[in-house]
């Protein structure tokens, strides 16, 4: 089993619409959660960090973190074609002290 | 704030070459840095744990030898890809971790990236 998993996708969207993003990882110690942006060619962008669990909102993201089940989420709501871009998931492990884990990233396609 | 630099963008260079890449945190002091490298298509592989003043931590299948890594100041960390070759061709990527209060959750901040095409 992965550390953090995410769907590959792509995820596609309307525009205007909620993308709704999921991600699931399989250490219950897991301290803090981040969604990052990556556009093609492009490096990562910080998007939104969350800790506890509940939600989280930033503008039109919102994540979302539930412990027991282990999964974190990001929805963009009203989204634009310029939010078309890979999203990556990523974990602190405590074992792995200050490293990041990063799931395979989910594809999302807003279409106008 | 949070702004992390690399240089250079982008590199072509003949095989057996050597090519040193700078990664540098332009507002804040950065503890730690991080060293990824990501193929087309792929997600990002932590390549090694950069220290100020300490060795680097390097990850399982990376060699040493080849990444050699320098974290000489609190802003700025270097990666040297030895003797390059074809297969070395990749999209390497650097971040940096704040320190102080403000890292409490361990976010990372990353710079544009730097392209290496190995002939």
């Known amino acids: 089993q992965k550390e953090v998993e995410q769907n590959s996708g792509p995820l596609s969207v309307p525009e205007g619409a909620i993308a709704s993003l999921n991600c699931t990882y399989s250490d219950r110690g897991s301290q803090s959660f981040f969604w990052y942006r990556q556009y093609s060619g492009k490096s990562p962008e910080l998007i939104m960090f969350?800790?506890?669990?509940g939600d989280k909102e930033d503008g039109r993201f919102t994540a979302q973190l539930n412990k027991a089940s282990q999964y974190v989420s990001l929805l963009i709501r009203d989204s634009q074609p310029s939010d078309s871009a890979t999203y990556l998931c990523a974990v602190n492990l405590p074992a792995a002290g200050n490293k990041l884990t990063f799931g395979g990233g989910t594809r999302v396609l807003v279409k106008p | 704030g949070a702004v992390v630099s690399q240089h250079p963008s982008r590199v072509i260079c003949k095989s057996g070459t050597s090519v040193k890449i700078e990664c540098r945190s332009l507002?804040?002091?950065?503890?730690?840095m991080f060293w990824y490298r990501q193929f087309p298509k792929q997600s990002l592989m932590l390549m090694a744990t950069s220290n100020e003043g300490s060795k680097a931590t390097y990850e399982q299948g990376v060699e040493k030898d080849k990444f050699l890594i320098n974290h000489a100041s609190l802003t700025l960390s270097t990666l040297t890809v030895t003797s390059a070759h074809p297969e070395d061709s990749s999209f390497y990527i650097c971040?940096?971790?704040?320190?102080?209060?403000?890292?409490?959750?361990?976010?990372?901040?990353f710079g544009p990236g730097t392209r290496l095409t190995v002939l």
């Open positions: 969350i800790y506890s669990n």
């Open positions: 507002d804040f002091q950065a503890t730690t």
């Open positions: 971040s940096a971790k704040r320190g102080g209060q403000t890292s409490s959750y361990n976010e990372q901040f």
